[in-house]
């Protein structure tokens, strides 16, 4: 556990004072980046790159460089090792994703053990991550914010989850582009997102749900609000459990493992963390923006109804919190929006305090999780 406290704490605390703590020689005093006319714009950005690709790095080594720890570990092993589940690529659908098949292979190539896998899928999340961080984030401030709330809320369930967390990257970085682009890019990205994990044609049809009925017109600020409090009643009248065991039976038992309650948490055990997001985002949403970029904050308040909507639908299934995690990155936008609420003066002392205590809550998140509280890494590859 120790190695995770002291790499967040670095990318969140040490590395953001190279970026906006800045030594004036006619005084001992402190610039703040928020104020963008003392900082020219390549600076700024640059700064800014770092940031990013130390997180990206540190992403990288954590998840990569592990000899086991997530929930899934044990049956990635078992598919590497044994084959089951990474048969030819006609069998496609009833076996493992193109993306996993191809990965396998490399490693087998090279007579690599499966930890390669864990390596192969971090980097290319890595990747994925920094170009859609860049779209994302211009300044220090706002990144850092993101990357501390990414530790606390997010970070367990990209450990666990290596394809599905690849797919989650993938559509993130979709969404990090302007409408055009996303227009141009969108076939492309949802096959690789579904070539990553197959599950991911959720987010497929919602996307292409959300670009036939909404385009370009904004939801109400009420319709925000009220899906997900109707998916938290459904959520707890319907019996969602028994068609996800039909689902899990159809896909000719691919998935089945996932039915088990001991496989994972169910999501009602984060319910608190998603029950104060929630009330945040509620007031948020019916609060005025003062974001300069309202096409930007009109999605992502979306994405984040989405979230929720599947967070309370999915309450009670045994492994109902994986059903939402393709829109659990955009979980830690709803803390820079509140930071963004405050005048200019107050928002890196408030940066700073917020950073502090979710590190603490990242630390009593991962010390409550048995495979990442006893991490252990190597840099043994070889079978």
Known sequence: ???????????????????????????????????????PKNEKISNNFLLIVSFAVAQ?????????????????????DLGYGAGAWYGFLSEKEPFFILFRTIGLTFELNYKFLFLLYAMFQGIVIVKALRNYFNDVNSTVLYIAGYFFLTYSSVFTVMRQASAMAIIFYYYSL??????????????????????????????????????????????????????????????FQAIFSLLGTLSNGLYSYMDSTNNFLSSAKHSRVITVLFIVYCFLVISKSNSENKERTELLETLQMIYFSLAFLALHL????????????????????????FNKQSKLILTVLICITLLFLFAVVIYSIPGIANYKWSLNFKK
């Open 318 to 341: 045994n492994w109902g919190s994986r059903i939402e995690l393709y829109y659990k990155m955009f979980q830690p936008f709803i803390i820079i929006d509140v930071v963004n609420r």
């Open 1 to 39: 556990m120790a190695i995770h406290i002291f790499v967040t704490a670095f990318i969140i605390l040490v590395v953001p004072l190279f970026c906006i703590i800045k030594i004036r020689p006619e005084y001992k005093g402190y610039r703040d980046i928020s104020r963008n006319e003392l900082i």
């Open 178 to 239: 302007s409408e055009k682009e996303r227009d141009r890019w969108w076939l492309l990205l949802a096959i690789l997102a579904f070539f990553n994990h197959y599950a991911s044609i959720l987010v497929i049809v919602i996307e292409l749900l959300r670009k036939l009925i909404i385009r370009k017109r904004y939801i109400s600020k009420i319709t925000k609000i009220l899906v997900p409090i109707m998916c938290l009643i459904l959520g707890n009248f319907i019996d």
């Open 60 to 80: 990288v080594l954590l998840l990569g460089l592990r000899d086991f720890g997530g929930a899934d570990d044990e049956s990635y092993r078992a598919f590497y």
